[in-house]
């Protein structure tokens, strides 16, 4: 229902320097209260509002939400659409408790900073001289007991996060980008060097103090950060220690009990290491004294409680664990049977995943299920993760495996991708350098073959430019084209002068349609075989007899 604005009332007030018959005069009407120069006297509120307010969010909402910390990732990641959706929550919500906990900090202190102005000022009693006012305090008897109250605020709790995957498909990428976006203190520590205190190697509070470093020795900012243990598999405990000490597995795990969970670590700046003033670089080393930094030997209290650890590793073999369980008694005397296939397409394991799934994949396509998908707290234990350690992680996130496609995909798609950079480290000596559909979908097949992943696309580019990069730059070459022979080492790449620009695009043009015609994209003509008797019949429909 459209609100109805009235004209405002008019409230005069008489005075001895006007004169009444000013008053008395003059005739107010509604017409001098109406809106008029297009504007209009009624409001209507079930329309979208217009104009630089349209798209404003109500209530002063958050532009950040993890929808659009999604969309960030896909621009520098290709698939891995439900990592993308579990890690963009886990961080979003991360994001908003650090920004309550920021405000509660900022209430306290103004609370305090206002008791300490009252203590100065104290206040006076209201009738002075009279006796102090005495607090009656209720008589309780013996069997009863004074009542509790809390009055502390809600604790919002921290999830830890651990993502499951093999090697290159952009776990840590993926975190990289979300810390950058959101300005937060980031470190990655890799896991492969932690062994028990007391023992050579690193101690597992390491990670705590490179995230103090990071954040430029701010230990406000350090508190609510966000570290990244990778190679957590690593620290598996093994099947048989043959009667030796485990102190890089089963100890490291105990020991980031209480650093995952929460607790107050002493760390201490350590001095870095500088050269002798005698080699170069020596004395303009800087250390941890420098500006904004910490000073030797100084001391820093850091409380673990709010900082978010995300987890990252391959966990080979554990898909194993995983099919055992889930194949566990399919025929037989209660054999295991276990596919070999690392994507299944059977609807039976619909029922294992933890979460909805589709029935559709990205594109349309037939959803292909991953094996570590369907990863159990159990399936962690028996791979070698104590249960401490995994009830304090309780959100897991798997990433697939990179097919053709998604190679393809990420030579050319991502915003930092590796066509973009080889073309503009060729340009920077002025030399083009075009690459060909057949030969990017030859370097993702050879790359397919190395099984490491994104990795395998700039081992297999090197291999193919190194000759180009060697001979290009300083010479009369000016363009170079790569094409499906010389990704298939059958050719070098092509080369072409000044003058011959279009000689280069023409190349390209043909090997483009060559194989868009080999591949079915471009129908072929085929031609029509014709006899004497399609002759005569054309002869006849034209009135030739």
């Known amino acids: ?57 109500l209530h002063g909402g958050h532009r950040l939400t993890p929808r659009a910390l999604k969309d960030h990732l896909d621009k ?15 961080v979003y919500y991360h994001y908003r408790r650090i920004q309550q906990l920021r405000q509660q900090q900022e209430e306290e202190e103004e609370l305090i900073r206002v008791a300490r102005a009252l203590d100065v000022h104290p206040l006076e009693d209201e009738f002075p001289g009279q006796q102090q006012t005495m607090h009656y305090q209720p008589d309780y ?9 809390d009055h502390s605020p809600l604790t919002l709790e921290k999830s830890n996060v651990l993502c499951l995957g093999p090697t290159g498909v952009g776990k840590t990428l993926m975190i990289r980008t979300l810390a950058r976006v959101l300005e937060v203190p980031f470190s990655m520590s890799d896991c492969t060097p932690f062994t028990q205190a007391g023992y050579v190697g690193e101690d597992a509070d390491v990670c705590v103090h490179r995230l103090l470093a990071a954040s430029n020795w701010d230990v406000r900012r350090a508190e609510t950060g966000i570290i990244c243990l990778d190679e957590f598999d690593k620290i598996a405990k093994p099947k048989s220690t043959h009667g030796s000490k485990d102190v890089s597995g089963e100890g490291v795990q105990q020991a980031l009990l209480k650093i995952i969970e929460g607790t107050t670590l002493q760390v201490s700046a350590k001095p870095e290491r500088r050269p002798p003033s005698g080699l170069p670089g020596g004395s303009a080393a800087a250390g941890p004294g420098g500006p904004g930094g910490a000073n030797k030997g100084e001391v820093f209290t850091v409380d673990t409680s709010n900082i978010l650890f995300i987890f990252t590793g391959a966990f080979i073999g554990l898909d194993k664990f995983i099919m055992d369980r889930v194949s566990k008694g399919s025929i037989g005397f209660n054999a295991h049977v276990r596919t070999d296939s690392v994507a299944l397409e059977d609807e039976k394991f619909r029922g294992y995943t933890p979460f909805f799934t589709p029935n559709e994949g990205e594109g349309g396509k037939k959803r292909k299920f991953n094996p570590l998908e369907l990863a159990e707290p159990g399936d962690l234990i028996n791979f070698g993760l104590i249960p401490e350690i995994v009830g304090r992680i309780p959100v897991v996130t798997a990433v697939e495996k990179l097919d053709e496609e998604m190679l393809v995909r990420v030579l050319t798609e991502p915003r930092n991708c ?29 790359a397919l073959k190395m099984e490491t992943g994104a990795r395998g696309l700039r081992t297999v580019l090197e291999r193919l430019l190194t000759d180009a990069m060697f001979e290009a730059p300083g010479s009369s070459i000016k363009y170079v084209l790569v094409t499906e022979a010389v990704a ?12 011959q620009k279009h000689q280069f695009h023409g190349a390209i043009s043909e090997e483009e349609a060559t194989w868009a015609r080999y591949h079915g994209q471009i129908p072929e003509e085929k031609p029509v075989n014709r006899n004497y008797e399609d002759y005569k019949e054309k002869g006849k429909a034209a009135g030739f007899t």
């Open 1 to 57: 229902m459209p609100l109805i604005l009235h004209a405002p009332p008019v409230l005069f007030r008489c005075t001895s320097s006007l004169p009444r018959r000013w008053l008395s005069t003059y005739n107010f009407s509604s017409s001098d209260f109406s809106f008029t120069s297009g504007y209009s006297s009624t409001i209507d509120t079930n329309t979208a509002t217009k104009g630089p307010l349209g798209d404003s969010l």
């Open 76 to 90: 520098f990641v290709v698939g891995q659409r439900r990592a993308k959706r579990v890690l963009s929550t886990s």
């Open 141 to 149: 008897g013996r069997d009863e007991f004074l009542p509790i109250h």
């Open 418 to 446: 590796l066509i973009k950079q080889y073309e503009q480290l060729f340009l920077m000596s002025g030399i083009e350098l075009r690459f060909t559909s057949g030969a990017l979908r030859e370097i993702a097949k050879a």
């Open 488 to 499: 298939q080492r059958k050719q070098p790449p092509l080369y072409f002068g000044r003058g």
